[in-house]
T-cell receptor, first 113, second 116 residues
Framework: DGGITQSPKYLFRKEGQNVTLSCEQN?????MYWYRQDPGQGLRLIYY???????QKGDIAEGYSVSREKKESFPLTVTSAQKNPTAFYLC????????????FGSGTQLSVL | AQTVTQSQPEMSVQEAETVTLSCTYD???????LFWYKQPPSRQMILVIR??????QNATENRFSVNFQKAAKSFSLKISDSQLGDAAMYFC?????????????FGTGTRLKVLA
């Protein structure tokens, strides 16, 4: 079945530690996205990528980094510079053109120890 | 910059009744897409309905329909014959239709409770 796989489902970060959230899609989609979800704040865009080896900052990119070396993969690193990383992180993809919807992964809950 | 506003943090509806969730947006674009997503307790995002701005006819999907008022920049979701399974967070989203534009902008969500 085609879809988006996020791992791990739960992740814990220690102070000063970088952690990486995985996102893989087998939908052959060009565009991929990372959103952060906090209670009462909806989904906020962290980074997005329209094509391999290219990505753009979203509204809250500080303290995060991404790479897009392969079409199917878009990992997100939460760096130690992100002082409030506890949130639910959603990865999404879309074909990149037209009226199509976003396809979402099942999310990763990141908490600070 | 485009923004999406959902002014109702929480709504309640009796089972089998009808409820309307509000969404307004701000844009200077004339062509764009609007979406309603549902996020049940599993937190998996599910597309409920979408609307193209160039279409005057309101979109419908079974018990779900929208009231799209382009001049007022309003995009409300009506759920008819509400069911217990409709209880979820509902997010309104916007995307420009311009070629090469990829950003989807979400509102803060409305939590819908369905009372038995």
């Amino acid at each position: 079945d085609g879809g988006i796989t996020q791992s791990p489902k739960y992740l814990f970060r220690k102070e000063g530690q970088n952690v990486t959230l995985s996102c893989e899609q087998n939908l052959n989609h060009d565009a991929m996205y990372w959103y952060r979800q906090d209670p009462g704040q909806g989904l906020r865009l962290i980074y997005y990528s329209q094509i391999v080896n290219d990505f753009q900052k979203g509204d809250i990119a500080e303290g995060y980094s991404v790479s897009r070396e392969k079409k199917e993969s878009f990992p997100l690193t939460v760096t130690s510079a992100q002082k409030n990383p506890t949130a639910f992180y959603l990865c999404a993809s879309s074909p990149g053109t037209g009226r199509e919807k976003l396809f979402f992964g099942s999310g990763t809950q990141l908490s600070v120890l | 910059a485009q923004t999406v506003t959902q002014s109702q943090p929480e709504m309640s509806v009796q089972e089998a009744e009808t409820v309307t969730l509000s969404c307004t947006y701000d844009t200077s674009e004339s062509d764009y897409y609007l979406f309603w997503y549902k996020q049940p307790p599993s937190r998996q995002m599910i597309l409920v309905i979408r609307q193209e701005a160039y279409k005057q006819q309101n979109a419908t999907e079974n018990r779900f329909s929208v009231n799209f008022q382009k001049a007022a920049k309003s995009f409300s979701l009506k759920i008819s014959d509400s069911q217990l399974g409709d209880a979820a967070m509902y997010f309104c989203a916007y995307r420009r239709a311009t070629s090469g534009t990829y950003k989807y902008i979400f509102g803060t969500g409305t939590r819908l409770k369905v009372l038995a």
